[in-house]
């Protein structure tokens, strides 16, 4: 009978220690500082000589890209036609083509458009 008590209590103790895994809080890449801080020519440039470790270097890292916009739809810009930004609301401000900075988390690259990719992307001011 002992064991069952032992049993049941190890199987509630990993049920939550699993529900707390699975169910983490969500990041908020808005407040968090920026590692690595790149302008999006030296950014496409690591990718074009050695696309992998330059992937393992910034994946799921939060980066700021500083360039010109090139393209911009309300819910994203890419700047100069290599970094593509992706936000999560539509775009508020009013935007000019000069220079922008902006933060937002690498999730990859894409080789055959040549451009990196950015998700939950913030503008700086």
Request: net charge negative.
């Amino acid at each position: 009978m002992k064991k069952w008590y032992v049993l049941i209590l190890l199987c509630i103790v990993v049920g939550i220690i699993g529900y707390r895994y699975v169910y983490q809080d969500h990041r908020d890449i808005a407040t968090e500082t920026s590692i690595y801080k790149l302008t999006a020519s030296d950014l496409l440039d690591e990718f074009a000589i050695n696309p992998m470790t330059s992937e393992n270097k910034y994946l799921n890292k939060t980066i700021e890209v500083s360039g010109s916009i090139s393209d911009k739809n309300p819910q994203s810009i890419t700047i100069e036609d290599k970094v593509f930004c992706q936000f999560s609301s539509k775009i508020q401000k009013a935007l000019n083509t000069e220079q922008i900075k902006i933060k937002g988390r690498f999730i990859g690259y894409d080789d055959l458009l040549e451009q990196v990719k950015l998700d939950q992307c913030t503008i700086i001011d």
